[in-house]
C-alpha cells in the first residue's frame, strides 16, 4: 500500500507515502501525487506540502488506469466508465461511456483537416479501442481489433499501438481509421509499449520478462496491409548486434575524451 518516488539521477527515494487502500495505478502532476485504487477511489496529495490527502469515490470498483490530459485526470475503471476530474477542484467535469470494463488510457493532441483534436483513448476487456472527442465526451471512433483485453496504449503523431491480451500488437491509423498492422509478441501479453521515434522503433515490454524491438511498420517500406510480423531470432541478432555497436561508440568516445 506504499507509493514512493525516486529521482533517477541520483537513484535516491525523495517521497514515500502509506495509502489506505492498494493503489492500482497512479499519476504526477506538479506537486500532486495521485493514485487510483482497487475500491474505486482517487486520492491526492500535494507532495510540496505536508497537507492530509484528498480521497474521493470515483468508480464503483477498481480503477485500472488513469492519466493525465489538458490539465485534467481522466479514471477508468472495470465499470466501463471513464471519468473526467479537475484536480484543483476534486470536482467530476464528465462522464464518457464505455462498452464493457476498461483497462488503460491513453490522450494525444493532433491537427486533423486543419483542425486540433484533442483525444482520448480508451482500451477494453472485450479487445475494442474506443477514441473520444475530450471536448464534448463523445465516442468518435471505435475499433475492434484485439480477440482479448487491450492492456496497453502508446499513441504518436496520428497512429496510435494496441497491446492485448491475445498476444498481439496492433498498429492504428486514426486519420483514416483503420488498422495498418499487426505484430506477434509469441508468448507474452503485452504490459507496457513505447514508440522511440527518432529511430523508429516500437519497444514491447511483455508479462513474461522479456522486451521485444520492431522497426515502425510503413506501407512504402514493409509487407501488405495487416500482416502479422514475428521477432525471430535473426532480428534478435541483428538487434542485439546494433546495442553492441551503440555501447562500443559510447566507450570509444569515452576513450578518445
Known amino acids: 500500500r506504499t ?12 517521497l514515500s507515502r502509506l495509502f489506505k487502500d492498494t493503489p492500482e495505478c497512479l499519476a504526477v502532476m506538479a506537486r500532486h501525487l495521485i493514485i487510483g485504487t482497487g475500491t474505486g477511489n482517487v486520492v491526492c496529495t500535494d507532495h510540496l506540502m505536508e497537507a492530509p490527502a484528498q480521497t474521493k469515490r470515483v468508480h ?6 488513469m492519466i ?12 466501463g466508465l471513464t471519468k473526467c476530474i479537475d484536480i484543483e477542484t476534486f470536482k467530476l467535469v464528465s462522464i464518457l461511456q464505455g462498452m464493457g470494463s476498461l483497462r488503460c488510457l491513453a490522450s494525444y493532441n493532433m491537427d486533423l483537416d486543419d483542425c486540433q483534436q484533442s483525444m482520448v483513448l480508451a ?52 486519420r483514416m481509421n483503420r488498422q ?8 507474452g501479453s503485452p504490459k ?10 516500437i519497444r514491447v ?20 496491409c495487416g500482416t502479422a510480423r514475428e521477432l525471430d531470432d535473426h532480428d534478435d541478432g541483428l538487434l542485439y548486434l546494433g546495442l553492441v555497436k551503440e555501447v562500443f561508440r559510447k566507450y570509444a568516445k569515452a576513450v578518445d575524451a
Not at 507509493?3 to 525523495?14: D, F, L, Q, S
Not at 495498418?180 to 508468448?187: F, L, V
Open 205 to 224: 515490454a511483455s508479462m513474461d520478462g522479456t522486451m521485444l524491438t520492431w522497426p515502425m511498420w510503413d506501407k512504402a517500406k514493409h509487407a501488405p
Open 68 to 79: 493525465i490530459h489538458d490539465g485534467l485526470l481522466y479514471t477508468c475503471s472495470l465499470d
Open 3 to 14: 507509493c514512493r518516488v525516486w529521482e533517477v539521477a541520483t537513484n535516491r527515494e525523495v
Open 192 to 201: 507496457a509499449l513505447a514508440v522511440c521515434s527518432g529511430q523508429e522503433q
Open 60 to 65: 464503483s470498483c477498481n480503477i485500472k488506469d
Open 123 to 174: 482500451g477494453g476487456s472485450s479487445g475494442d479501442l474506443l477514441v473520444y472527442d475530450s471536448r464534448t465526451s463523445r465516442c468518435v471512433m471505435s475499433h475492434k481489433g484485439h480477440e482479448d483485453a487491450i492492456l496497453c496504449l502508446t499513441p504518436h503523431e496520428y497512429r496510435v499501438w494496441s497491446g492485448g491480451d491475445d498476444r498481439t500488437v496492433r498498429q492504428w491509423d486514426l
Open 180 to 187: 495498418e498492422h499487426t505484430y506477434s509478441t509469441k508468448d
